[in-house]
């Protein structure tokens, strides 16, 4: 039988973490066996829907390379895949589930507490409210006796006593249906095959057992999955302004960093924790998703970053920089920037700070020149800066980090110095900040000699002070 999950967000205007980790585990399931992945827009709570949500996460199935089968612009034939294009199909199964015993009409206001009173009325009762047109819902009719019980893929067995079960809302009101009763519908015509959702809907899989018996449907596989908390006791949550995938781009991650973090939520490969898409279709295996929750941290998926930026040729990170270097109106060497960034910058955003020297280096400040371990102050510095500046002069090769950097050594050899009392000094004329990307010898090498030299007798005019 070919293995088909769904994806099956609400278009409420984000794509949280945690719904793409779903995303992500329900593509991964299906790709490693070779099944279908079909997304499912839920959108029966018409008072949540965002406009513009639904394109949101096409843009994002799109980025991010979940490529799905079936979906709202990809019939499959078991469409359509927009649960309020589906409402015909929930009022006919909702009237077969009333006439097998599974659901009632009910017409009491607000929430129930106890027996629905509503489930001892006659046919004839049940049919004169109809007629009088009294506001009415559909609910479950839950077994008062008898136990449910179901085998999760994560969570393992788990039984409940039928009478402990609420007989929830199928149809609304307005004539949508609840997510209780769409997504089994849902799942059962559209041959889902695996159920891959929240561990949040764990506890309600018993009353959705109960209308898949009713209408004798197989129950599908569950595999429920565990909450993505931010600290020891706290949900992620949209609603505490939480990470979303957006967010996390424009905070400056890849896309292929943050699809390889969120694959780690919940699941533990064998060994290798760098995985790209095809290796975790390879590699994901069911047996391996964990039921405790999984905490978000940032600096794990920062440092993930930075490996991903490590592991690109040259080229195609300096491709990706570009845009960041806009702001930059000097005419300097912008590959060399690019070498000297790319073992170092852990998220794109971190760009704008490590060059801004770059146009202007910062505000004179001679504290910078004290530096403990290199043995500089500003007054040797300035004995350093009027060395190099004297010997510069007749130095051509800066786009020869090695020539500059023996040049550097050779001065200070001859002065019976150590490097750092030459090379810290002139990294801090070149910038005026006390980190920077690259030592003197980078930063020299992108600035270029013209440059440089200016900078050197600008810090000799400052230090004179
Ligand atoms: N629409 C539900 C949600 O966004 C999906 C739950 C499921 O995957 O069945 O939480």
Known sequence: MKIRTRFAPSPTGYMHIGNLRTALYCYLIAKHDGGDFILRIEDTDQQREVEGAIDLIYQVMEET???YDEGPDKDGGVGPYIQSQRLPIYHEYAQKLIELGGAHYCFCEGELEGEDP??????????????????????????TTGTTSFDDEVYGHIEVENQTLNEGILIKSDG????????VIDDHLMNITHVVRGNEYLSSTPKYNLIYNAFDWQIPTYIHLPPVNKDETHKLSKRNGDASYQDLKKQGY??????????LLGWSPEDEEILSLDDLIQQFNIAHISKSPAIFDIDKLKWMNGVYLRNMSLEQFHELLLPYYQSITRDVDLLELSRVLQPRLEKLSDVEESIDFINEPHPFDASIYTHKKMKTNPENSLEALLLVRERIE???????DEAMSDFFVNLAKEKELKNGRIMWPVRVALTNKSFTPGGAVEIAHILGKEETLRRIDQAIIDLQQ
């Open 254 to 263: 890849l896309k292929e960093a943050i699809l390889n973090y969120i694959a």
């Open 394 to 400: 007749n130095f051509n090769e800066f786009d020869n």
């Open 65 to 67: 390379g979940l490529y």
């Open 118 to 143: 509503c489930i001892h009325l006659s046919q004839e009762e049940i049919q004169e409210k109809l007629n009088e047109g009294i506001l009415h819902v559909i609910r479950q009719t839950i077994p």
């Open 176 to 183: 949508y249906p609840t997510y209780n009763f769409a997504n």
